[in-house]
């Protein structure tokens, strides 16, 4: 098969598949004049240059999948993790914002935005999700990086959304552990008196 030939995309395809990705980028790369306009093709290429750890190469990729798809939420996803691994989170953050709007009751975004080092951002995706599990993993996340006024925030935040008494039960965990003993009791009673046994 020639470099030239109309089979150039699945070449690459097939090397890509094999494992043989600095070889598979080139023939993607070779397939741009005639398949540049296949979303498939940028989407591989940006998987291929991830794992030869060629971020900036990669959001390069995925930017141009968007530009086919921008309603693409792995893409979104992938290109804010192509931007942290190049050292450029804020760079990452609208890829996270864009990603949430896609999928909104999504853990993804908010545990990609507290892991590139984005709260704040964690904590707005989270805040406008509907979804009262994403914002009590987001809590958790929190609780776990010993940002627990955070925490407690969305925890309240949350309670009003979650009628079976989880949230005030981790309301009361988390309090206990700031020794907050009269606040935590008052949380394990709303949950009791929710029902959580």
């Not at 993607?28 to 296949?38: C, E, S």
């Not at 999948?65 to 992938?78: E, G, H, T």
């Not at 993790?81 to 890829?95: F, I, K, V």
Request: glycine residues 6%.
């Amino acid at each position: 098969m020639t470099e030239q030939s109309p089979d150039i995309l699945a070449e690459a395809v097939r090397l890509h598949n094999e494992g043989d990705l600095v070889e598979a980028v080139r023939r993607y790369q070779l397939a741009v004049p005639q398949h540049g306009r296949q979303p498939g093709l940028w989407w591989n290429l940006g998987l291929a240059r991830l794992r030869l750890n060629d971020p900036a190469g990669a959001a390069r990729a995925f930017r141009c999948v968007l530009a086919f798809q921008p309603d693409r939420f792995d893409a979104w996803i992938n290109l804010a993790l192509s931007c942290r691994e190049n050292e450029r989170p804020d760079d990452a953050a609208p890829a996270i914002a864009a990603a949430a709007r896609c999928r909104p009751d999504s853990p993804e975004p908010v545990e990609l935005a507290l892991n590139s080092g984005q709260a704040d951002l964690a904590c707005a995706v989270a805040g406008t999700s509907g979804d009262p599990e994403v914002r009590k993993s987001l809590s958790m996340l929190l609780k776990q990086a010993n940002r627990l006024a955070e925490a407690e925030a969305l925890l309240k935040l949350t309670r009003a959304d979650d009628p079976d008494g989880e949230t005030d039960y981790l309301l009361g965990l988390l309090l206990q552990g700031q020794e907050r003993l009269a606040e935590a009791f008052e949380a394990y009673d709303a949950a009791v008196s929710k029902g959580l046994a």
